[in-house]
């Protein structure tokens, strides 16, 4: 039982195929579970259809850094609203990104802060977005006291020092794609030492093709190809990984409650 941790099936590149590759994660390879992750006014919407429809998949509700300038209070009143979804398992994706810096860096600090507060107050896990922003992400999360929640580090790619400090803050450490490629020493460094209860997998679907897709459009049931690899790196089988992470992300994301 393969668990994608992180994926965007309603992005426009599934526009044509969308169904089949949902048939295709399942069938031919092995996936049982599907967060898809909403973070604006268009992508909300969109993946709680996706949740709607298939019984297997799951959503978050967020606001992305990229469009951070644009967030409005009705805005961050709506996220407030959809925790009430069935299918909503948590906040996000949200955080910070100084590596394209689409938004105001005060401005990405201050829609994360706010919607830190509403998972605080819903009790529902968060899913951070941290691209080139390790430090003031880690603060931020430190001072908002973030750790009563959790969550998970989407797309993991801080160094060991900063996974210890995501650890310490009751947060899981995803990993998708990256970790497959020849180069990654410090990915692969991380997916030896996150410990057992603490590792998620994803695909951040259609982003971040793991090898030897790499550079070509992502999809879901690749993350089979990201355990196989994490696997290999840990010394265990394949069905020991899909197993222990699959665990972990229904614990993070309360699903034995919710069926």
Partial sequence: ML??????????QFDQDRDEVIRRAREEFGVSLILNVGYNRETIPASLELAEKYDFIYSSVGWHPHDAATCTE???NWIR??????KVVALGEMGLDYYWDNSPRDKQAE?????????RETGLPIIIHDRDAHEDVVRILQKENAGE???????????????????????????GGPVTFKNAKLPKEIAARVPDDR???ETDCPYLAPHPFRGKRNETGYVRLVAEQIAGIRGVSLEKLAHMTAQNAKRLFKLEQRT
């Fill in 111 to 119: 829609i994360f802060r706010k919607q830190i507060a509403i998972a």
């Fill in 199 to 201: 590792l998620l997998i």
């Fill in 3 to 12: 668990f994608d941790s992180h994926a965007h099936i309603n992005d426009k």
């Fill in 81 to 86: 609203s959809l925790t009430n979804h069935p």
């Fill in 74 to 76: 009705e805005d961050l």
């Fill in 149 to 175: 929640v959790g969550g998970v580090m989407h797309c993991f790619g801080g160094d060991l020092a900063i996974m210890e400090e995501c650890l310490k803050l009751n947060f899981m450490i995803g990993l």
